[in-house]
T-cell receptor
Framework: EAGVAQSPRYKIIEKRQSVAFWCNPI?????LYWYQQILGQGPKLLIQ????????DSQLPKDRFSAERLKGVDSTLKIQPAKLEDSAVYLC????????????FGEGSWLTVV | GDSVTQTEGPVTLPERAALTLNCTYQ??????LFWYVQYLNKEPELLLK????QETDSRGFQASPIKSDSSFHLEKPSVQLSDSAVYYC?????????????FGGGTRVLVKP
């Protein structure tokens, strides 16, 4: 079974530029998550989708971050404009549903803002 | 809100030593508890999970939720070099929007020969 796919794996941009990350969850998984993991810290949830609807985006900095999952399958996370403190790994994850199901992570997209 | 507190790292120990990583949590509702492991430059992966009052075992690791003190400590009687990683305790609160998974800050474990 294919895992969670993410791209690009690595990205270096200058501050105030924009960047977009793409995620394709495990087939059949209705719930999709974007986490931000800053070096040395645990993952922090940015946004959670159930199919194509947003369930929780309380920790998403909405002035610069946006995410969509238009058809309820793959998803895009965008940052515009980027700040130095956005340097982190952006982990996409998916699960069958929002109950106690296991969450599976992708390998992450590593962002460096210079 | 929910919170998870873990042993301050790094934890350095020799091969075959016993490992205990502490995890305590705050949540007002029923929860699922998890331990995730993250190897260097890899994504977090599930190590074990537990519903209330049920001990679980995976790859030689064990954890048993103790509701009375809101803990879910991770133990392994004899570690191997390959156990060097960062370990995250996490909880899913059934009442939170979307049953959000909240992670602790992680504990780095280094096993030396």
């Amino acid at each position: 079974e294919a895992g969670v796919a993410q791209s690009p794996r690595y990205k270096i941009i200058e501050k105030r530029q924009s960047v977009a990350f793409w995620c394709n969850p495990i087939s059949g998984h209705a719930t999709l998550y974007w986490y931000q993991q800053i070096l040395g810290q645990g993952p922090k949830l940015l946004i959670q989708f159930q199919n194509n609807g947003v369930v929780d985006d309380s920790q998403l900095p909405k002035d610069r971050f946006s995410a969509e999952r238009l058809k309820g399958v793959d998803s895009t996370l965008k940052i515009q404009p980027a700040k130095l403190e956005d340097s982190a790994v952006y982990l996409c994850a998916s699960s069958l549903g929002i109950s106690g199901n296991t969450i599976y992570f992708g390998e992450g997209s590593w962002l460096t803002v210079v | 809100g929910d919170s998870v507190t873990q042993t301050e790292g790094p934890v350095t120990l020799p091969e075959r030593a016993a490992l205990t990583l502490n995890c305590t949590y705050q949540s007002s509702y029923s929860t699922f508890l998890f331990w995730y492991v993250q190897y260097l430059n890899k994504e977090p992966e599930l190590l074990l999970k537990s519903s209330e009052n049920q001990e679980t075992d995976s790859r030689g690791f064990q954890a048993s939720p103790i509701k009375s003190d809101s803990s879910f400590h991770l133990e392994k009687p004899s570690v191997q070099l390959s156990d060097s990683a960062v370990y995250y305790c996490a909880l899913r609160d059934f009442k939170a929007a979307g049953n959000k998974l909240t992670f602790g800050g992680g504990t780095r474990v280094l096993v030396k020969p």
